[in-house]
């Protein structure tokens, strides 16, 4: 089992910066891809970004590509989404996951309960 529980959404102006993370508790959070996808109301949930449980091969959606970063740090359960040149259409709530399928860019089945971000113009 794994659990997440994400922090540093917040409000921001367009061009600014945040950076989400991630806190994964259980022994399997290292064995893991990891990812992050996100949602607005009425809308589906999309991938946003994903990274190998060594950290060395990372996916991401064409819309943030240039703009996010994704990382992790398995020494401390941790991963990260660095988000600059932060737009409008960025605004969702930003969810956490793992176990997901980095070709496929299927969520896996652990989701942490999501961190609002608003990018105001």
């Known amino acids: 089992q794994v659990q997440l529980v994400e922090s540093g959404g917040g409000l921001v102006q367009a061009g600014g910066s945040l950076r989400l993370s991630c806190a994964a508790s259980?022994?399997?959070?290292?064995?893991?891809?990891m990812g992050w996808f996100r949602q607005n109301p009425g809308k589906e949930r999309e991938f946003v970004a994903a990274?190998?449980?060594?950290?060395?091969?990372?996916n991401y959606a064409d819309s943030v590509k240039g703009r996010f970063t994704i990382s992790r740090d398995n020494a401390r359960n941790t991963v990260y989404l660095q988000m600059n040149s932060l737009k409008p259409e960025d605004t969702a709530v930003y969810y956490c996951?793992?176990?997901?399928?980095?070709?496929?860019?299927?969520?896996?089945?652990?989701w942490g309960q999501g961190t609002q971000v608003t990018v105001s113009s």
């Open positions: 996951n793992a176990a997901l399928t980095l070709a496929t860019r299927e969520a896996g089945r652990y």
């Open positions: 990274i190998t449980w060594r950290g060395d091969f990372t």
């Open positions: 259980g022994r399997s959070f290292s064995l893991y891809a």
